[in-house]
């Protein structure tokens, strides 16, 4: 049984950065390709980033060059650094292994201007 425990959210001021990470359980998880979504109060959920299970990032207009995306596969963990963070970037973070259909709880980001 695969499962998703994120952590790293927090409050913040404009301009600073949080790390999220997304510790997965189950071998079929390891090496999966993953995602990260976020879902505002009040909107819909936004998808992110994504790593492939070989490695290639793929990012949402809205955070290109400053969010980054990467895998720690000895551990079993995907992080998401997040950089010159914006009010707008305030939302609850999920990851996903979006083929097996499995998501994280959430962690809780706000970006205070």
């Known amino acids: 049984q695969v499962r998703l425990v994120e952590s790293g959210g927090g409050s913040v001021q404009a301009g600073d950065s949080l790390k999220l990470s997304c510790l997965a359980s189950?071998?079929?998880?390891?090496?999966?390709?993953v995602s990260w979504y976020r879902q505002a109060p009040g909107k819909q959920r936004e998808w992110v980033a994504s790593?492939?299970?070989?490695?290639?990032?793929n990012y949402a207009g809205s955070v290109k060059g400053r969010f980054i995306i990467s895998r720690d596969s000895a551990k079993n963990i995907v992080y998401l650094q997040m950089n010159s963070l914006k009010p707008e970037d305030t939302a609850g973070y999920y990851c996903?292994?979006?083929?097996?259909?499995?998501w994280g709880q959430g962690t809780q980001v706000t970006v205070s201007s």
């Open positions: 996903a292994v979006p083929v097996l259909d499995i």
């Open positions: 790593i492939s299970s070989d490695g290639v990032n």
């Open positions: 189950g071998s079929s998880a390891r090496n999966a390709a």
